[in-house]
């Protein structure tokens, strides 16, 4: 019913930049709050940011400063511009989006499939 496409990962040296989309598409009335995951290899997924349809956002601390995060509400995309990388910040990173389902009136939780950021020299 509801898909999440996330683009824009890649190769990049230290220090570089980057910026991951995540355009949700389907039976969509309103989405609540969309943001941005992360997996490093062993590790378990953690927050990296999030904003909700008003605007507010919250950032883990790791990224505070060189992240930011922005939504485009009409195209229900969401971004995640990242500067100043680090090789710690190499990850799978997944989009995150909580819509509310057209012909169920219900809220749902829904996952991207993930695209791979590294950060190597």
């Known amino acids: 019913q509801v898909q999440l496409v996330e683009s824009g990962g890649g190769l990049v040296q230290p220090g570089g930049s980057l910026r991951l989309s995540c355009a949700a598409s389907?039976?969509?009335?309103?989405?609540?709050?969309m943001g941005w995951y992360r997996q490093a290899p062993g590790k378990q997924r953690e927050l990296v940011a999030t904003?909700?349809?008003?605007?507010?956002?919250n950032y883990a601390n790791s990224v505070k400063g060189r992240f930011t995060i922005s939504r485009d509400n009409a195209k229900n995309t969401v971004y995640l511009q990242m500067n100043s990388l680090k090789t710690e910040d190499t990850a799978v990173y997944y989009c995150?989006?909580?819509?509310?389902?057209?012909?169920?009136?219900?809220?749902?939780?829904?996952w991207g499939q993930g695209t791979l950021v590294t950060v190597s020299s």
């Open positions: 904003t909700t349809s008003s605007g507010t956002t």
């Open positions: 389907g039976s969509i009335l309103s989405i609540n709050t």
């Open positions: 995150h989006a909580n819509p509310l389902v057209i012909s169920t009136h219900r809220w749902i939780e829904v």
